[in-house]
C-alpha cells in the first residue's frame, strides 16, 4: 500500500468501509448510505486506491472481503466508535461520580453557604467530596489559576473576562457583642459604636474595611483592637470581652442559639454587602460544573 497521509483521508470513506463489509452488497450498501450504486462502487474504488488492495472480491457464493480487509474491520469500527463518542455531547450523573469540588472562599461561606450545600448534595451523592480552599479576602488567583472550581465572597468584581459571575444574594451588616456586654441592652447608638473597641476580620492586604470606609465618610472612626483572618473564632472571641464586631447578618444565625451574644442593628447608614458566585468561563458547558453550580446557588438560596 503507498503512503497515506491522514490529512488526506476523507473519513467518510471509513464509514463506507463498516457498512461494505457488514452488507458485502454493493447495492445494498449504497441504499444504507443513501447514495446511488455507481456512486458506491466509486467510492468501492476509492477505498481498493486508498488501502492498495481489492477489499471485497466477487465469488459464486456472493462477494466476500480479503484477508487485508478482514483485518482492517475491527480497527475501523474502532476508530469510528472513538469519533462518536468525542462527538457525543458530555453528560455528568451524580449518582456515579466521585472525585471532589474546590470552594474558595471565607468563613462566611463555610458557616452560611457550606453546610445547606451538604445536606443538598447528598440527596444526589455520597461519592464527591467538597474541599474549602482557603482565600484572601481579595484574591481570585485560584479560580484563574485552576487551584478551585468556585469562588464564593462579596463584590467579586470578575478580574476579567476570563471569569463570571453570578449574584447570590445581599446581606445587611449587624453589630455583635458578648450578651454580657454593657450594650447588650437596649438599641445600638453611635456613641456606644465608637466608644468600645472593635475586632475586625482582615488578612493583611488592605489597612481598615468598607465599614471603616463608610465611618470616614460621615467623619467618625472606630477603635479596633483586634484583627483576625478567622470569621468563627473571631466571632468566639467576643464571649469574654467588650469587643464589638461588625459583620453580616446571616453570619450571626448560627451564634444566635447559644444565647452568649446580642446583636444590633448598626446606628448608621450602611449598604448591605453583596455576595457573589464566580467560576472560570472555561467552565461554562462542563456538566460536571455546571451541577455542582447549581447546587451551590440551591443552597445560597436556603442561607
Avoid at 54 to 63: A, K, S
Avoid at 178 to 202: D, F, N, R, V, W
Wanted: net charge neutral; proline share 7%; hydrophobic share 40%.
Amino acid at each position: 500500500m503507498t503512503q497515506t497521509h491522514i490529512q488526506d483521508i476523507d473519513l467518510n470513506l471509513l464509514i463506507a468501509f463498516d457498512v461494505l463489509l457488514e452488507e458485502r452488497h454493493i447495492t445494498n450498501s449504497a441504499i444504507r448510505l443513501n447514495i446511488t450504486q455507481p456512486a458506491m462502487s466509486r467510492t468501492l474504488g476509492r477505498l481498493r486506491e486508498m488501502f492498495g488492495d481489492p477489499i471485497i472480491v466477487r465469488t459464486p457464493n456472493g462477494y466476500v472481503p480479503t484477508a487485508r480487509a478482514e483485518d482492517l474491520i475491527d480497527p475501523i469500527k474502532g476508530i469510528l466508535k472513538q469519533i462518536q463518542q468525542t462527538l457525543v455531547e458530555p453528560t455528568f450523573d451524580p449518582a456515579t461520580a466521585d472525585g471532589e469540588f474546590r470552594v474558595c472562599t471565607l468563613g462566611y461561606g463555610e458557616v452560611v453557604i457550606i453546610p445547606r450545600l451538604m445536606e443538598i448534595i447528598s440527596r444526589d451523592t455520597s461519592n464527591v467530596e467538597i474541599v474549602i480552599v482557603p482565600r484572601s479576602i481579595y484574591s481570585y488567583e485560584a479560580v484563574i489559576e485552576g487551584k478551585a472550581d468556585i469562588l464564593f465572597g462579596a463584590r467579586l468584581d470578575a478580574p476579567s473576562k476570563s471569569c463570571a459571575v453570578q449574584p447570590l444574594f445581599k446581606d445587611k451588616f449587624v453589630c455583635i457583642m458578648s450578651q454580657s456586654h454593657p450594650l447588650a441592652e437596649g438599641p445600638m447608638t453611635l456613641e456606644g459604636y465608637l466608644k468600645y473597641p472593635h475586632s475586625i476580620i482582615h488578612t493583611g492586604e488592605r489597612p481598615g474595611s468598607y465599614v471603616d470606609t463608610m465611618l470616614g465618610q460621615l467623619g467618625h472612626k472606630r477603635r479596633i483592637q483586634k484583627r483576625s483572618p478567622h470569621w468563627t473564632s473571631s466571632l468566639m472571641s467576643l464571649q469574654t470581652t467588650n469587643l464589638l464586631q461588625t459583620v453580616p447578618e446571616r453570619m450571626t444565625k448560627a451564634l444566635v442559639g447559644t444565647g452568649n451574644f446580642a446583636i444590633k442593628d448598626l446606628p448608621f447608614e450602611l449598604e448591605p454587602s453583596r455576595f457573589e458566585l464566580m467560576w472560570h468561563a472555561r467552565h461554562n458547558s462542563d456538566p460536571r460544573h455546571t451541577w455542582f453550580r447549581e447546587r451551590f446557588i440551591e443552597a445560597a438560596k436556603c442561607a
